[in-house]
């Protein structure tokens, strides 16, 4: 009878504080779950800032980046406009006399649905391949800048490229074939690739049973269509987001040395310095913009052509998925050496300020919010 007597307080005990211990669990899952929570919406917050400048930059240039496209893809209505600024300009006049005002931004409501996505998430993972790959002062090299700027490009250029394809196809429709989004998208699922062209002729003579069962049995799927041209947009992307945010890095500690920074840095307190947070004064920050833009731009712009005309094969050679090495040799046809480099000029225009202000917001949002 003592050992039970003994026993229960004991028993009241171990109650107590399991009880104790549960609640705190409880109360522990709770603070993670709002924590998660918390992370969630820091982590699009964070997205929202950092895509906000490349957004409106873009926007700004949409006309140009519509009569880029259209040269790169040779459309032809407006082929005999190349190659000078005058046809430049008569491309503008035309579009704006044709289509109105609406046809200089025709496919910007896609632009923007891709663009959103793609400059949240590449300078998002620019952050976080940067905390990868150089986790210490010691290891900020030119190769892991260039890595963590490429591997950014590569993940956004996934996940937002079936956007890209629908917002070429509708910039080079005429006023006379003007198509909804969801118009576009239906089409570009219903297309035949090249690959399925060839085997649905290689069945054909075949009994119906065999050919349908062949058909039903090709490892080919309508929703790669909206990939159609992602190797070139990968392989271009690899050196353009790697030169880009290398060159911008780069150019920005360049402009920080001892001998600029009186000239090119805002002033800061002492503290502020010890924590090597200096922001750049607007005019240098905007020539490491430019200059990242420029570099990024001339690397990769002939896989850019090839990438554009591959995308709109489907409407202008009347001929879906051509091929990097299909497209080459009509590129070349076309116009030569020169013809990879077609609109390179508007793209400067273009790119170049777009950049160099996305850049600009980047930094400042970055400082502002202590990102």
Not at 22 to 34: E, F, H, R
Not at 84 to 89: I, R
Not at 91 to 105: M, V, Y
Not at 156 to 175: C, G, K, W
């Amino acid at each position: 009878m003592v050992i039970e007597h003994n026993a229960r307080p004991r028993v009241r005990q171990y109650l107590l504080v399991s009880r104790i211990l549960l609640s705190d669990a409880i109360t522990g899952v709770k603070l993670v779950k709002a924590g998660y929570f918390i992370a969630v919406a820091f982590v699009i917050l964070k997205s929202i800032i950092l895509a906000l400048p490349f957004m409106v930059a873009k926007t700004l240039v949409a006309p140009l980046d519509r009569v880029k496209i259209l040269f790169q893809t040779s459309t032809p209505a407006y082929v005999r406009y190349i190659g000078s600024w005058k046809g430049f300009v008569s491309a503008l006049t035309s579009i704006s006399s044709h289509e109105g005002l609406r046809g200089l931004f025709k496919g910007h409501s896609a632009t923007l649905l891709q663009k959103f996505p793609y400059a949240a998430i590449n300078f998002l993972m620019y952050e976080q391949m940067r905390a990868l790959f150089i986790s210490s002062p010691e290891k900020e090299t030119p190769l892991r800048r260039f890595l963590s700027g490429s591997v950014s490009g590569a993940t956004s250029v996934f996940f937002t490229y079936p956007l890209d394809l629908v917002r070429v196809r509708l910039a080079i429709e005429s006023r006379s074939h003007r198509s909804s989004l969801k118009g576009i998208c239906r089409q570009i699922y219903n297309e035949q690739s090249g690959a399925l062209q060839s085997h649905t002729t290689a069945v054909r003579g075949v009994s119906k049973t065999v050919s349908s069962a062949i058909e039903k049995a090709l490892p080919i799927s309508k929703l790669s269509n909206f990939y159609r041209g992602f190797t070139p947009t990968m392989l271009g992307m690899l050196p353009y987001a790697g030169m880009s945010f290398f060159t911008h890095d780069t150019v920005k500690d360049w402009l920080r040395r001892a001998e600029f920074e009186k000239y090119t840095t805002v002033p800061q307190s002492a503290a502020d310095r010890e924590s090597q947070r200096r922001p750049l004064k607007i005019g240098a920050q905007l020539i490491a913009g430019a200059l990242a833009g420029t570099i990024a731009q001339t690397t990769s712009y002939p896989l850019e052509v090839i990438r554009r005309r591959i995308q709109a094969s489907g409407v202008i050679q009347g001929e879906s998925n051509i091929g990097i090495a299909k497209t080459c040799h009509i590129i070349w046809a076309e116009r030569g050496f020169r013809g990879f480099w077609v609109g390179l000029t508007i793209g400067y225009i273009k790119v170049v300020p777009m950049v160099a202000a996305s850049f600009l917001v980047y930094e400042r949002l970055k400082y502002q919010f202590n990102i």
